[in-house]
């Protein structure tokens, strides 16, 4: 099997915000709340941002290449498995995972479940990157809890 280095992984990061900023756009096209809406184009466009933010560490990380102190091949396949078992990366499986959206209720809850799945992924690639690129992720990951939280009192004060 293959493994990861550092700038695959944040490749994967790329993935994940474009598919993130995707999401957002159709659920605004979904949901009739004009609150609602405006929060998922604001997500969309803070999902691009942080796309450019991994496209920038990307491009500080090219040839030639210089991973983290630390970095070992067993963790980049753990990383490698959870990409493919855990997040939705291909365009087919996000597309059905996607078309299951139907309502308010369903886009919440796909949202609530990726960005959860975003931090979790981004707080373990976290240590494979150098310390002089270590803040755009933790604000990026800062960034993935608020969107969290945001989505998740939304719900709640929508139900209630």
Known sequence: ?????ASDIVEVAIRIEENGAAFYRKAAGIVRNSEVKALFLHL????GDHRETFM????????????????????????HSYVDHILVFND?????????????????NFAIQR??????????????LRPDQREAIEKIIAEERKHFMVLTEMKHRLKH
């Open 56 to 79: 920038n560490l990307r491009t500080a990380m090219a040839p030639p290449f210089s991973q983290a102190e630390g970095y070992d091949e067993q963790y980049a396949a753990y990383l």
């Open 92 to 108: 087919e499986a996000l597309s059905q995972e996607i078309a299951k959206v139907c309502d308010e209720t369903s886009a919440f």
């Open 115 to 128: 960005e959860f799945e975003s931090i979790l992924y981004y707080q373990e690639i976290r240590g494979l």
């Open 44 to 47: 969309a466009k803070e999902e």
């Open 1 to 5: 099997m293959a493994v990861f280095d």
